[in-house]
């Protein structure tokens, strides 16, 4: 293929452009050789003659066709080149909102600057255990395949994030380690996922800052290594930090931060916890307030500490430990507000003494604060000879608290890193781990310093890493198809490398000049000069002797050499770190220890002989640019160990703006990260690659007839492309795939075009002839019946024109007449407005005029007043100062007598008699003087308020008197008389204040409560009212909605009781993977028997009266229905009374595990050392404890006499009515009562007291024993009886005193408890008093009425309840009655037949014997023979031939014979041990379909039995009159109902479990990627992501499914459970979870794949979707529901195959998709990709328009759906029709120990 045909008419290209980088063309004219010109239309249509050079200027770029524009993979793009790569990312970016774009191994990430909703945990689900090329490109799909990578090939892996700062890099790592979280959590519940996940917001708050283009910017490297065991879990992780820009504590750039921990701590100073940190606000701290902008928009400093302290404590910080990183953490701050002055020499500096910040920073760190003010001023030099105590000039002694600074806050991050690291730290042994590396990219500014320099050297060190893994990747495909290669050559940065790292480089240089002791940036830069001038990677800069340059490999960067030397040398005087570590607090003295590991402390202490001289630390001689090169090594090493997944984040622009591109920024960028590097080397060598079966798929339009006729796919491949391209260098073929240079898929696609072209100009040229022949025809025709009838028309229409004509000049006339006169009354009522408008307005001003004399005169009396007022206040304070003064000096003149009198001896002797006593004394009255002094002060400030304001108010009458009358007499009388008035308001208002004070006080808080409890029940009334309108009014109306709305609510009801049961079935399969550890830890322990095993794993027990009256209860509820049942009061007043009594018993029972836990511990204390002093103590402590409850009666005493009073005074008061007197006699009745029990208390308390007295005093007798006799004891070891006598004694005394003590305090937990309830009664009572005095009498007399029927109606609910226990007690005295006649007979026929024993079993038979009821007998030991064969050992295949469900039919029948024989044990034992050996079993198969549907099938049908002989009559309606005969006798089983119910569904949900992990593989398979219509599916290139690597080569690679290996999978379920015999409902709710499993897993793959959202699969989908619903129609299934949960797939489908253009079609896409969320139906059209050139993409404004007409639909904004959800599942009941005693047991089974009865 030639230039000319590529470069010809209608062919785009891209040329370069200042602003955009690249703009596309139109070629205009076809390109010859030797063209200077090549003629181009621009996209504005403006014509362009663009130069072309053979060297300079060449040809330009030529554009992909637009099929391929917005692929996910670079990589399958026809041309490879920076335009073309450039173009795809920003459609995709800005047209589809994708921010992840694959180019070849790499990742490349857009920072969108918007919170998407793409990582939640359903997309996490979503992507695992899926192929890397199979969904649309995500950072999950990145970590997946690590995760496959690490676990398939058992090799270490890497995830290397870099770009800019503001890219993304810390989110994207940070979503790595989520998926890690997610899917490779711990297997026990050390909750390592959640640990590693918690050092995220750590290191962000220590490690990261606001910057110019990042809010938040990591200001450090990190590499986190997550290890995993051998079944790939979570075990621990390890850190490691590069490079933390120290300078950033010291120094920050306008608008940027200081680290967020600073900032956080300010702005939680206000905490109590941090009031001795002594921090204000961030802007008052140098280091916080460089940057002059202390907020970042849309954080919250202060909730960001709380999750850092959070993270904190979930690592295992203590509160403690976190007290002393924030004390360090404001010690810096305090450091950097230390003034230092300078003196006047300017040589030496120092530090005010008074300095608060120097004596805070001192403080928190515990060290002396002169030692510090002295060395922060000057440093010590130190030569072979002598010492030197220099000072320091102010400009050295600012640097050296800032190196300071910087010093310590890098060894508390080193610390925190390292602290992080040991708690992820697992003593488990590691088998692989992944790496996420989180680096900073390459970085140029203005100034670059040596943090840009050493960022930049990672970097170059990443890049070479990066290039050759590459290379390496591109060799190995060639290789593996084997077709020759040859070397491609790309860039090699060595030699860059070697010029920064190499001998004499510029690392080694600047370490040596740092060694040198007058070393200069200045001297530095020249060496670097002489010795790098040749080098071709190093220039000198024209106009400047401090710089150089170095050319990297994404750009050349000008360094400044200033700050070099001081940055690389990080010098901190040793002076100052030698107090940092003589500090008093352990933290601060462990961060600067020499040694980073302190060695464990042997036994043997070894000293040496004499004192060494102290050497240097080596660890402080080496520089920083050392230590990040080791590091570095150590970085490359560990990388090149492993398999590295590249992701490149790029920032799309500068303002940080939501999706929006700037093309010369991400250029810049891509250069820069390696992605173009990328694109250059793939298109050096093939980058087009299709597998022979998807080139025939896609090209075959261009094949012949006789070609398709071969059966050989590859080699008619072979001749097709031998014939189109001649130049046999375009392409090679390999042993799966064909690959291509670049452009030739291109060159494909154009005669794929033109051959589609030709057949529809031919198809559309037959087409149109043909309709326009019949179009003359049908216009023929209809022109000749137009001109019939439009002659007729014409003529009528002329008539009707003379009749309108008329019509119309009457109209015309009197709507003229008309018109005019409402013209006329129009202008006449404007003009009445105007007059009425203007009136008013003059009046206005007038009365304004008025109002403002008025208020003149009110000012002028007001301040005249004020002037007045002022002068009496001024000299009332100068009296009052004289007289304090006059009184000072009388004090003065006592006080000095009183100082003489004190010296005196005689006046001390008498002080200090009872000086004691007197001072507890006088210190209580003080107390109590003060409180009377506050409360009567607050009572003068209130009266003085009340009394000032009532003058003011007399001195305003009295002027307004004075102005009215002359007469001063008069006005004298009148102000006597309002004072005495005054005076007597004053009196009545203290009175009244005092008298309801203290009840305003207690009852504020009782008045709120009621009122919110009031609110609660009023709208609980008008909610019960609206209730009962709605269902009196519309009752027939509204039957059906009741019942949808009970059946949702019990749908819900039960979902949520079977989703409990799972969690129950999984914390038992946790508990025995937990007793399976524990054998196997524990090995040697002998196992518990089968009886404890049976014991603790049976839980069900005989039920109790009040559980059996709950039970009918609940039952009551579900027969009558919610709304029903809650409108009966009796229904709700057992339930509520029931739940008073379960409360009570739990408060019982809790009391009783206490005691138990009480007496285990007295028990233990008297094992290990009974001594008296332990039961004085035992005493002193119950003492203690009476004393302090008979305070609390006392004080509860005195609290119901208050109440008492009070409610007297309000009866007192509102004594109307008879009701209210007698209410209140029956309050004062009760509290009587109350009294008179709280004082009979008293008494047994003092009774109590005196037997403690008493038993105190027989102990002390008992246990006084002579020492000597002790000693005696001791020395001839004699046991002694009478010490032994008094030990049992002192126990016995100690158990009675326990007793009597629990008693005691049982007494008065009741006594509380009663008091309690009195007191909330006694509150009702005074509501209701309250309540009384408000009401009218009307509404009186029918509250009265309400209260007395709801009174009575309690009154006959207990007597209900009491007949209803009466009448269960006399049924099971009945019951019981019978058991008893039985067993006498029974007694009686083994009098008879006492010779012969064994006959019990043969009478019982021989008495059955003539029909065999149904019933089988075993002896007891045959139980577990029993259990073993028809559960354990069970197959399903055994019993295959004989009736459905026999095992249960069997069991029953073993039931039936206990019951018959009324064998209780028997009978728990029997049920107990089938439960427990049908869990074991679904326990061992787990995952197997068929065994789980077996015994589901069973299960439910020995529940069935139980139901249908339980003898209730709800169950015995389908029931034969033998069937009913062997209904069940003596026992209730109910309660095993429910458990074999619970099992049921327990065993339903394993079989969904089963069910859906066998078809998870095939459904994506079978329902998206197989062609089920053959040849409808076009084939796009797919790049380099759907390469071998991605699948396990020696599986043979993915597994491909049908269409119809799911619906053989289906029947096959379906057949399984049909031949166990489960029911067809059952059935049908096992098919509709499973097609909702269908529909979840492939509209999710749908929303998550970009290559097959297209019109032929949307067809596809169609056709298979039809192809499940025939299949149910043929199982007599499609009634079941399971067709709706496919809805969402089929819109989705049907969404797929649309029209997507105008506005119509927008509504239609509205009224269409209502199952599919607004999110899902805008992520399908973004995804929608044409797969030819006749398809049309769907533009931007069409989806926003969607977006519009959906705003308002209220969903579940949800992208995915939920794969997880389980719908609730219904057994019904389902009797069986045949007969026991017809059942025949096979001899396979080994039953024969069973006896037919």
Same mark, same amino acid.
Not at 1 to 9: A, F, T
Not at 303 to 329: C, N, P, W, Y
């Given at each position: 293929?030639?230039?000319?045909?590529?470069?010809?008419?209608?062919?785009?290209?891209?040329?370069?452009?200042?602003?955009?980088?690249?703009?596309?063309?139109?070629?205009?004219?076809?390109?010859?050789?030797?063209?200077?010109?090549?003629?181009?239309?621009?996209?504005?249509?403006?014509?362009?003659?663009?130069?072309?050079?053979?060297?300079?200027?060449?040809?330009?770029?030529?554009?992909?066709?637009?099929?391929?524009?917005?692929?996910?993979?670079?990589?399958?793009?026809?041309?490879?080149?920076?335009?073309?790569?450039?173009?795809?990312?920003?459609?995709?970016?800005?047209?589809?909102?994708?921010?992840?774009?694959?180019?070849?191994?790499?990742?490349?990430?857009?920072?969108?600057?918007?919170?998407?909703?793409?990582?939640?945990?359903?997309?996490?689900?979503?992507?695992?255990?899926?192929?890397?090329?199979?969904?649309?490109?995500?950072?999950?799909?990145?970590?997946?395949?690590?995760?496959?990578?690490?676990?398939?090939?058992?090799?270490?892996?890497?995830?290397?994030?870099?770009?800019?700062?503001?890219?993304?890099?810390?989110?994207?790592?940070?979503?790595?380690?989520?998926?890690?979280?997610?899917?490779?959590?711990?297997?026990?519940?050390?909750?390592?996922?959640?640990?590693?996940?918690?050092?995220?917001?750590?290191?962000?708050?220590?490690?990261?800052?606001?910057?110019?283009?990042?809010?938040?910017?990591?200001?450090?490297?990190?590499?986190?290594?997550?290890?995993?065991?051998?079944?790939?879990?979570?075990?621990?992780?390890?850190?490691?930090?590069?490079?933390?820009?120290?300078?950033?504590?010291?120094?920050?750039?306008?608008?940027?931060?200081?680290?967020?921990?600073?900032?956080?701590?300010?702005?939680?100073?206000?905490?109590?916890?941090?009031?001795?940190?002594?921090?204000?606000?961030?802007?008052?701290?140098?280091?916080?307030?460089?940057?002059?902008?202390?907020?970042?928009?849309?954080?919250?400093?202060?909730?960001?500490?709380?999750?850092?302290?959070?993270?904190?404590?979930?690592?295992?910080?203590?509160?403690?430990?976190?007290?002393?990183?924030?004390?360090?953490?404001? $010690?810096?701050?305090?450091?950097?507000?230390?003034?230092?002055?300078?003196?006047?020499?300017?040589?030496?500096?120092?530090?005010?003494?008074?300095?608060?910040?120097?004596?805070?920073?001192?403080?928190?760190?515990?060290?002396?604060?002169?030692?510090?003010?002295?060395?922060?001023?000057?440093?010590?030099?130190?030569?072979?000879?002598?010492?030197?105590?220099?000072?320091?000039?102010?400009?050295?002694?600012?640097?050296? &608290?800032?190196?300071?600074?910087?010093?310590?806050?890098?060894?508390?991050?080193?610390?925190?890193?390292?602290?992080?690291?040991?708690?992820?730290?697992?003593?488990?042994?590691?088998?692989?781990?992944?790496?996420?590396?989180?680096?900073?990219?390459?970085?140029?500014?203005?100034?670059?310093?040596?943090?840009?320099?050493?960022?930049?050297?990672?970097?170059?060190?990443?890049?070479?890493?990066?290039?050759?893994?590459?290379?390496?990747?591109?060799?190995?495909?060639?290789?593996?198809?084997?077709?020759?290669?040859?070397?491609?050559?790309?860039?090699?940065?060595?030699?860059?490398?070697?010029?920064?790292?190499?001998?004499?480089?510029?690392?080694?240089?600047?370490?040596?000049?740092?060694?040198?002791?007058?070393?200069?940036?200045?001297?530095?830069?020249?060496?670097?000069?002489?010795?790098?001038? &040749?080098?071709?990677?190093?220039?000198?800069? /024209?106009?400047?002797?401090?710089?150089?340059?170095?050319?990297?490999?994404?750009?050349?960067?000008?360094?400044?050499?200033?700050?070099?030397?001081?940055?690389?040398?990080?010098?901190?005087?040793?002076?100052?770190?030698?107090?940092?570590?003589?500090?008093?607090?352990?933290?601060?003295?462990?961060?600067?220890?020499?040694?980073?590991?302190?060695?464990? *402390?042997?036994?043997?202490?070894?000293?040496?002989?004499?004192?060494?001289?102290?050497?240097?630390?080596?660890?402080?001689?080496?520089?920083?640019?050392?230590?990040?090169?080791?590091?570095?090594?150590?970085?490359?090493?560990?990388?090149?160990?492993?398999?590295?997944?590249?992701?490149?984040?790029?920032?799309?622009?500068?303002?940080?703006?939501?999706?929006?591109?700037?093309?010369?920024?991400?250029?810049?960028?891509?250069?820069?990260?390696?992605?173009?590097?990328?694109?250059?080397?793939?298109?050096?060598?093939?980058?087009?690659?299709?597998?022979?079966?998807?080139?025939?798929?896609?090209?075959?339009?261009?094949?012949?007839?006789?070609?398709?006729?071969?059966?050989?796919?590859?080699?008619?491949?072979?001749?097709?492309?031998?014939?189109?391209?001649?130049?046999?260098?375009?392409?090679?073929?390999?042993?799966?795939?064909?690959?291509?240079?670049?452009?030739?898929?291109?060159?494909?696609?154009?005669?794929?075009?033109?051959?589609?072209?030709?057949?529809?100009?031919?198809?559309?040229?037959?087409?149109?002839?043909?309709?326009?022949?019949?179009?003359?025809?049908?216009?023929?025709?209809?022109?000749?019946?137009?001109?019939?009838?439009?002659?007729?028309?014409?003529?009528?229409?002329?008539?009707?024109?003379?009749?309108?004509?008329?019509?119309?000049?009457?109209?015309?006339?009197?709507? &003229?007449?008309?018109?005019?006169?409402?013209?006329?009354?129009?202008?006449?009522?404007?003009?009445?407005?105007?007059?009425?408008?203007?009136?008013?307005?003059?009046?206005?001003?007038?009365?304004?005029?008025?109002?403002?004399?008025?208020?003149?005169?009110?000012?002028?009396?007001?301040?005249?007043?004020?002037?007045?007022?002022?002068?009496?206040?001024?000299?009332?304070?100068?009296?009052?100062?004289?007289?304090?003064?006059?009184?000072?000096?009388?004090?003065?003149?006592?006080?000095?007598?009183?100082?003489?009198?004190?010296?005196?001896?005689?006046?001390?002797?008498?002080?200090?008699?009872?000086?004691?006593?007197?001072?507890?004394?006088?210190?209580?009255?003080?107390?109590?003087?003060?409180?009377?002094?506050?409360?009567?002060?607050?009572?003068?400030?209130?009266?003085?308020?009340?009394?000032?304001?009532?003058?003011?108010?007399?001195?305003?009458?009295?002027?307004?008197?004075?102005?009215?009358?002359?007469?001063?007499?008069?006005?004298?009388?009148?102000?006597?008389?309002?004072?005495?008035?005054?005076?007597?308001?004053?009196?009545?208002?203290?009175?009244?204040?005092?008298?309801?004070?203290?009840?305003?006080?207690?009852?504020?808080?009782?008045?709120?409560?009621?009122?919110?409890?009031?609110?609660?029940?009023?709208?609980?009334?008008?909610?019960?009212?609206?209730?009962?309108?709605?269902?009196?009014?519309?009752?027939?109306?509204?039957?059906?909605?009741?019942?949808?709305?009970?059946?949702?609510?019990?749908?819900?009801?039960?979902?949520?009781?079977?989703?409990?049961?799972?969690?129950?079935?999984?914390?038992?399969?946790?508990?025995?993977?937990?007793?399976?550890?524990?054998?196997?830890?524990?090995?040697?322990?002998?196992? *518990?028997?089968?009886?404890? $095993?049976?014991?603790?794993?049976?839980?069900?027990?005989?039920?109790?009266?009040?559980?059996?009256?709950?039970?009918?209860?609940?039952?009551?509820?579900?027969?009558?229905?919610?709304?029903?049942?809650?409108?009966?009061?009796?229904?709700?007043?057992?339930?509520?009374?029931?739940?008073?009594?379960?409360?009570?018993?739990?408060? /019982?029972?809790?009391?009783?595990?206490?005691?138990?836990?009480?007496?285990?511990?007295?028990?233990?204390?008297?094992?290990?050392?009974?001594?008296?002093?332990?039961?004085?103590?035992?005493?002193?402590?119950?003492?203690?404890?009476?004393?302090?409850?008979?305070?609390?009666?006392?004080?509860?005493?005195?609290?119901?006499?208050?109440?008492?009073?009070?409610?007297?005074?309000?009866?007192?008061?509102?004594?109307?009515?008879?009701?209210?007197?007698?209410?209140?006699?029956?309050?004062?009745?009760?509290?009587?009562?109350?009294?008179?029990?709280?004082?009979?208390?008293?008494?047994?308390?003092?009774?109590?007291?005196?037997?403690?007295?008493?038993?105190?005093?027989?102990?002390?007798?008992?246990?006084?024993?002579?020492?000597?006799?002790?000693?005696?004891?001791?020395?001839?070891?004699?046991?002694?009886?009478?010490?032994?006598?008094?030990?049992?004694?002192?126990?016995?005394?100690?158990?009675?005193?326990?007793?009597?003590?629990?008693?005691?305090?049982?007494?008065?937990?009741?006594?509380?408890?009663?008091?309690?309830?009195?007191?909330?009664?006694?509150?009702?009572?005074?509501?209701?008093?309250?309540?009384?005095?408000?009401?009218?009498?009307?509404?009186?007399?029918?509250?009265?009425?309400?209260?007395?029927?709801?009174?009575?109606?309690?009154?006959?609910?207990?007597?209900?309840?009491?007949?209803?226990?009466?009448?269960?007690?006399?049924?099971?005295?009945?019951?019981?009655?019978?058991?008893?006649?039985?067993?006498?007979?029974?007694?009686?026929?083994?009098?008879?037949?006492?010779?012969?024993?064994?006959?019990?079993?043969?009478?019982?038979?021989?008495?059955?014997?003539?029909?065999?009821?149904?019933?089988?007998?075993?002896?007891?030991?045959?139980?577990?023979?029993?259990?073993?064969?028809?559960?354990?050992? +069970?197959?399903?295949?055994?019993?295959?031939?004989?009736?459905?469900?026999?095992?249960?039919?069997?069991?029953?029948?073993?039931?039936?014979?206990?019951?018959?024989?009324?064998?209780?044990?028997?009978?728990?034992?029997?049920?107990?041990?089938?439960?427990?050996?049908?869990?074991?079993?679904?326990?061992?198969?787990?995952?197997?379909?068929?065994?789980?549907?077996?015994?589901?099938?069973?299960?439910?049908?020995?529940?069935?039995?139980?139901?249908?002989?339980?003898?209730?009559?709800?169950?015995?309606?389908?029931?034969?009159?033998?069937?009913?005969?062997?209904?069940?006798?003596?026992?209730?089983?109910?309660?095993?109902?429910?458990?074999?119910?619970?099992?049921?569904?327990?065993?339903?949900?394993?079989?969904?479990?089963?069910?859906?992990?066998?078809?998870?593989?095939?459904?994506?398979?079978? +329902?998206?990627?197989?062609?089920?219509?053959?040849?409808?599916?076009?084939?796009?290139?797919?790049?380099?992501?759907?390469?071998?690597?991605?699948?396990?080569?020696?599986?043979?690679?993915?597994?491909?499914?049908?269409?119809?290996?799911?619906?053989?999978?289906?029947?096959?379920?379906?057949?399984?459970?049909?031949?166990?015999?489960?029911?067809?409902?059952?059935?049908?709710?096992?098919?509709?979870?499973?097609?909702?499993?269908?529909?979840?897993?492939?509209?999710?793959?749908?929303?998550?794949?970009?290559?097959?959202?297209?019109?032929?699969?949307?067809?596809?989908?169609?056709?298979?979707? $039809?192809?499940?619903?025939?299949?149910?129609?043929?199982?007599?299934?499609?009634?079941?529901?399971?067709?709706?949960?496919?809805?969402?797939?089929?819109?989705?489908?049907?969404?797929?195959?649309?029209?997507?253009?105008?506005?119509?079609?927008?509504?239609?896409?509205?009224?269409?998709?209502?199952?599919?969320?607004?999110?899902?139906?805008?992520?399908?059209?973004?995804?929608?990709?044409?797969?030819?050139?006749?398809?049309?993409?769907?533009?931007?404004?069409?989806?926003?328009?969607?977006?519009?007409?959906?705003?308002?639909?209220?969903?579940?904004?949800?992208?995915?759906?939920?794969?997880?959800?389980?719908?609730?599942?219904?057994?019904?009941?389902?009797?069986?029709?045949?007969?026991?005693?017809?059942?025949?047991?096979?001899?396979?089974?080994?039953?024969?120990?069973?006896?037919?009865?």
């Amino acid at each position: 293929m030639s230039v000319n045909e590529l470069y010809s008419k209608y062919t785009r290209v891209w040329i370069p452009d200042p602003e955009e980088v690249w703009k596309s063309a139109e070629i205009i004219k076809d390109y010859k050789e030797g063209d200077s010109v090549l003629l181009l239309k621009l996209e504005d249509e403006s014509t362009l003659e663009y130069s072309i050079g053979p060297k300079n200027n060449p040809l330009p770029f030529l554009r992909n066709p637009d099929i391929l524009v917005g692929e996910n993979d670079l990589t399958a793009l026809s041309y490879l080149h920076e335009p073309a790569v450039l173009h795809n990312l920003k459609v995709r970016f800005l047209e589809s909102n994708h921010i992840y774009t694959y180019c070849g191994i790499v990742l490349v990430a857009i920072n969108p600057y918007e919170q998407l909703q793409i990582y939640g945990e359903e997309v996490i689900n979503a992507y695992s255990g899926q192929n890397m090329g199979d969904m649309d490109p995500h950072i999950f799909a990145v970590a997946e395949e690590a995760y496959k990578q690490m676990a398939r090939d058992e090799k270490n892996q890497s995830i290397i994030v870099s770009g800019e700062s503001g890219a993304g890099k810390t989110v994207s790592a940070k979503y790595a380690m989520r998926f890690f979280a997610t899917v490779g959590g711990s297997a026990n519940d050390t909750n390592v996922e959640e640990k590693v996940l918690a050092s995220s917001p750590i290191m962000e708050a220590i490690g990261n800052a606001k910057t110019t283009r990042n809010d938040n910017s990591s200001r450090f490297g990190k590499y986190i290594q997550i290890g995993f065991d051998k079944r790939y879990h979570i075990i621990g992780a390890n850190m490691r930090t590069y490079l933390l820009e120290k300078s950033r504590v010291v120094f920050q750039a306008e608008e940027e931060r200081n680290y967020h921990i600073f900032y956080q701590l300010c702005a939680s100073s206000s905490l109590e916890e941090f009031k001795d940190l002594v921090l204000t606000s961030a802007e008052d701290f140098t280091y916080t307030s460089l940057g002059e902008n202390i907020f970042i928009e849309g954080v919250n400093d202060a909730e960001d500490l709380v999750k850092t302290r959070e993270a904190l404590m979930l690592l295992g910080v203590k509160e403690v430990h976190q007290l002393s990183i924030f004390k360090i953490i404001a $010690s810096i701050l305090h450091l950097g507000n230390v003034e230092i002055v300078s003196e006047r020499d300017g040589e030496s500096c120092h530090i005010n003494r008074d300095d608060t910040h120097l004596q805070h920073f001192c403080r928190l760190l515990g060290i002396e604060q002169e030692q510090m003010e002295h060395w922060l001023c000057r440093r010590k030099l130190v030569t072979t000879s002598e010492t030197y105590v220099k000072n320091m000039a102010h400009a050295q002694a600012v640097n050296a &608290r800032d190196a300071l600074a910087k010093h310590i806050y890098a060894h508390l991050f080193d610390w925190i890193v390292e602290h992080i690291n040991k708690a992820l730290h697992t003593s488990t042994k590691q088998h692989s781990f992944i790496g996420v590396l989180d680096i900073y990219g390459f970085e140029t500014f203005e100034i670059n310093s040596f943090e840009q320099f050493c960022i930049n050297y990672a970097n170059e060190k990443l890049q070479q890493q990066f290039n050759s893994h590459v290379f390496k990747l591109e060799q190995e495909e060639y290789m593996k198809e084997q077709i020759p290669w040859t070397l491609i050559d790309f860039y090699d940065n060595q030699p860059c490398i070697d010029l920064i790292e190499a001998k004499l480089g510029i690392l080694d240089l600047l370490d040596e000049e740092c060694k040198v002791p007058k070393g200069t940036d200045q001297n530095w830069a020249q060496k670097l000069y002489s010795q790098h001038t &040749r080098s071709e990677h190093f220039e000198k800069p /024209r106009m400047s002797n401090r710089s150089f340059i170095v050319v990297h490999f994404a750009d050349r960067v000008e360094y400044l050499c200033d700050g070099f030397l001081e940055k690389n040398r990080d010098t901190v005087y040793e002076e100052q770190i030698n107090i940092l570590k003589a500090s008093q607090f352990q933290l601060v003295a462990d961060l600067f220890q020499d040694g980073k590991e302190v060695a464990k *402390p042997s036994k043997v202490n070894v000293r040496a002989a004499k004192p060494m001289p102290k050497g240097h630390n080596r660890e402080h001689r080496k520089t920083v640019g050392t230590q990040f090169r080791n590091s570095l090594h150590l970085l490359m090493e560990t990388l090149n160990a492993t398999t590295p997944h590249y992701v490149r984040c790029i920032k799309p622009n500068d303002v940080k703006e939501a999706f929006v591109f700037d093309s010369r920024r991400a250029v810049q960028q891509l250069r820069a990260c390696g992605v173009l590097e990328t694109i250059r080397i793939s298109a050096a060598g093939y980058p087009s690659r299709w597998t022979y079966p998807d080139f025939y798929s896609r090209y075959r339009v261009l094949m012949t007839k006789k070609d398709l006729t071969n059966g050989d796919k590859k080699q008619v491949c072979k001749n097709l492309l031998e014939t189109l391209i001649k130049d046999p260098d375009k392409f090679q073929f390999g042993k799966t795939k064909i690959f291509f240079r670049a452009g030739q898929v291109a060159y494909l696609e154009k005669l794929r075009a033109d051959k589609f072209r030709y057949a529809c100009i031919k198809i559309q040229k037959t087409v149109r002839g043909w309709l326009q022949r019949n179009r003359y025809r049908k216009i023929r025709k209809s022109a000749i019946t137009l001109q019939r009838y439009g002659r007729g028309y014409l003529a009528r229409r002329y008539a009707e024109m003379l009749r309108l004509t008329r019509a119309a000049l009457i109209c015309q006339k009197q709507y &003229r007449m008309v018109r005019v006169r409402r013209e006329y009354l129009r202008i006449r009522r404007a003009v009445i407005t105007i007059q009425a408008f203007t009136r008013g307005m003059f009046i206005r001003r007038i009365y304004q005029e008025f109002m403002l004399h008025h208020k003149a005169m009110i000012i002028q009396k007001t301040v005249r007043g004020w002037l007045v007022r002022k002068k009496y206040l001024h000299s009332r304070n100068a009296a009052i100062v004289i007289q304090c003064f006059y009184r000072r000096v009388r004090a003065k003149r006592q006080l000095k007598q009183l100082k003489i009198e004190a010296r005196s001896a005689e006046h001390f002797k008498n002080l200090n008699v009872g000086m004691e006593n007197k001072i507890v004394q006088l210190q209580k009255k003080m107390d109590v003087k003060s409180k009377e002094y506050k409360t009567q002060n607050e009572q003068l400030v209130v009266a003085n308020t009340a009394l000032g304001s009532e003058v003011n108010k007399l001195q305003k009458e009295l002027e307004t008197l004075r102005s009215r009358q002359t007469a001063g007499s008069s006005l004298q009388d009148e102000l006597e008389r309002l004072r005495a008035e005054l005076q007597e308001a004053h009196t009545q208002r203290k009175q009244i204040e005092e008298e309801f004070n203290n009840e305003k006080q207690g009852l504020e808080q009782r008045v709120e409560e009621l009122e919110k409890e009031n609110m609660l029940l009023k709208k609980e009334k008008e909610e019960m009212n609206c209730k009962i309108q709605t269902s009196t009014q519309g009752q027939g109306g509204d039957v059906s909605q009741k019942e949808s709305r009970l059946q949702s609510e019990l749908d819900e009801e039960r979902l949520r009781y079977q989703n409990l049961l799972k969690e129950c079935s999984r914390l038992e399969q946790r508990y025995d993977n937990l007793q399976e550890e524990m054998k196997f830890h524990h090995g040697h322990r002998r196992n *518990p028997s089968n009886q404890s $095993s049976v014991g603790s794993d049976s839980n069900y027990q005989s039920i109790s009266m009040s559980e059996v009256d709950t039970d009918d209860t609940i039952q009551q509820v579900e027969e009558m229905g919610i709304e029903k049942a809650a409108m009966d009061l009796s229904v709700f007043m057992k339930l509520q009374k029931r739940v008073r009594e379960l409360e009570q018993e739990r408060l /019982r029972l809790q009391t009783n595990l206490e005691k138990v836990e009480e007496l285990r511990k007295c028990q233990g204390s008297e094992a290990n050392s009974p001594t008296s002093e332990d039961i004085n103590t035992d005493l002193a402590y119950n003492s203690l404890k009476r004393q302090e409850l008979e305070s609390e009666n006392k004080k509860l005493k005195n609290d119901l006499n208050e109440l008492r009073k009070s409610v007297a005074d309000r009866a007192s008061e509102n004594n109307s009515s008879s009701e209210l007197q007698e209410s209140y006699n029956l309050l004062l009745n009760q509290l009587k009562a109350a009294s008179e029990e709280l004082d009979v208390r008293k008494e047994e308390v003092l009774m109590l007291k005196a037997q403690i007295v008493n038993s105190r005093s027989q102990l002390d007798n008992t246990n006084h024993i002579d020492s000597n006799d002790v000693s005696e004891w001791t020395d001839n070891k004699k046991p002694l009886v009478d010490a032994s006598e008094a030990n049992e004694s002192k126990k016995l005394l100690e158990a009675q005193l326990q007793t009597q003590s629990r008693q005691h305090r049982d007494e008065l937990e009741a006594l509380h408890t009663q008091i309690e309830l009195l007191k909330d009664n006694l509150e009702k009572k005074q509501e209701m008093l309250n309540h009384f005095s408000t009401l009218s009498p009307e509404a009186l007399v029918e509250f009265s009425v309400q209260q007395e029927i709801t009174r009575l109606t309690n009154d006959n609910l207990d007597l209900k309840e009491l007949v209803e226990k009466l009448e269960k007690n006399e049924k099971k005295l009945k019951k019981q009655l019978r058991i008893y006649m039985k067993k006498v007979q029974e007694l009686e026929v083994i009098q008879v037949s006492k010779s012969r024993p064994e006959l019990t079993r043969q009478v019982t038979v021989q008495r059955k014997e003539k029909d065999f009821e149904g019933m089988l007998e075993y002896y007891k030991e045959d139980e577990a023979l029993l259990v073993k064969n028809l559960v354990t050992d +069970m197959k399903p295949h055994v019993v295959s031939a004989t009736v459905p469900c026999l095992p249960a039919y069997i069991l029953f029948m073993c039931v039936r014979h206990a019951d018959y024989i009324n064998d209780d044990q028997k009978l728990h034992s029997l049920l107990t041990s089938t439960i427990n050996g049908i869990k074991k079993i679904l326990k061992k198969n787990n995952d197997d379909f068929e065994m789980t549907s077996f015994w589901l099938a069973n299960t439910s049908r020995l529940l069935h039995c139980l139901k249908q002989y339980s003898g209730d009559e709800a169950f015995m309606t389908q029931n034969s009159a033998k069937q009913n005969e062997h209904c069940l006798k003596n026992f209730d089983l109910a309660e095993y109902r429910q458990v074999l119910s619970d099992l049921s569904i327990q065993i339903y949900q394993q079989l969904v479990r089963v069910a859906e992990g066998i078809m998870q593989p095939m459904i994506v398979s079978a +329902m998206l990627e197989s062609e089920s219509i053959p040849s409808l599916a076009g084939v796009k290139p797919m790049g380099y992501r759907n390469r071998s690597s991605s699948f396990d080569c020696e599986a043979g690679g993915p597994v491909g499914y049908t269409l119809e290996a799911l619906i053989r999978q289906l029947g096959q379920f379906y057949t399984t459970m049909a031949d166990h015999g489960l029911d067809p409902e059952i059935g049908q709710q096992v098919v509709r979870q499973l097609f909702y499993s269908i529909n979840a897993v492939t509209l999710n793959n749908l929303l998550l794949r970009k290559d097959v959202c297209s019109w032929s699969t949307g067809m596809q989908l169609r056709y298979n979707i $039809s192809q499940l619903e025939e299949w149910l129609r043929g199982k007599n299934l499609h009634q079941g529901g399971a067709i709706a949960t496919m809805e969402p797939l089929i819109q989705a489908a049907q969404l797929l195959q649309v029209k997507k253009k105008t506005s119509q079609d927008a509504e239609a896409i509205c009224s269409l998709c209502t199952a599919l969320s607004l999110q899902q139906i805008v992520k399908i059209l973004n995804l929608y990709t044409p797969l030819n050139e006749f398809e049309e993409r769907v533009t931007v404004s069409f989806i926003r328009d969607i977006q519009n007409r959906l705003q308002d639909r209220i969903e579940n904004n949800q992208l995915l759906v939920d794969t997880k959800y389980t719908f609730p599942v219904l057994f019904p009941y389902t009797p069986s029709a045949l007969s026991l005693e017809t059942i025949h047991i096979p001899a396979s089974l080994s039953l024969d120990f069973l006896t037919r009865v």
